[in-house]
Nanobody, 124 residues
Framework: VQLQASGGGLVQPGGSLRLSCAAS????????IAWFRQAPGKEREGVSC????????VYADSVKGRFTVSRDKANNTAYLLMDSLKPEDTAVYYC??????????????????WGQGTLVTVSS
């Protein structure tokens, strides 16, 4: 099982980026997909959670209205579209997958499968 995260980079405040999480060895259809981020000197925090089973999607208050998750079944890939980026969004972003049926207040320790992380830097 492998999750390959990509799409990070340097973007100006107010800009957009789309992160990808390509899965192999498992079908994302049956997994909850979560995005976490970790800024320097801070704990890893949850950004979003999406479940294909019940269609639920949850966002952290700090990104609500600016970030959108989606999935591409044909490519077995999940995406995190980030709009209106702010300097405080700067972090390493990770995708994670676990065979839950719905989204809840999961923490990093609840997930067994992780992408390697992709750095997002928001700066002028």
């Amino acid at each position: 099982v492998q999750l390959q995260a990509s799409g990070g980079g340097l973007v100006q405040p107010g800009g957009s980026l789309r992160l990808s999480c390509a899965a192999s060895g498992l079908s994302l259809d049956y997994y909850v997909i979560a995005w976490f981020r970790q800024a320097p000197g801070k704990e890893r925090e949850g950004v979003s959670c999406s479940s294909n089973s019940d269609g639920s999607t949850v966002y952290a208050d700090s990104v609500k209205g600016r970030f959108t998750v989606s999935r591409d079944k044909a490519n077995n890939t999940a995406y995190l579209l980030m709009d209106s980026l702010k300097p405080e969004d700067t972090a390493v972003y990770y995708c994670a997958a676990e065979r839950f049926s719905f989204c809840a207040a999961y923490g990093p320790f609840d997930f067994d499968y992780w992408g390697q992380g992709t750095l997002v830097t928001v700066s002028s």
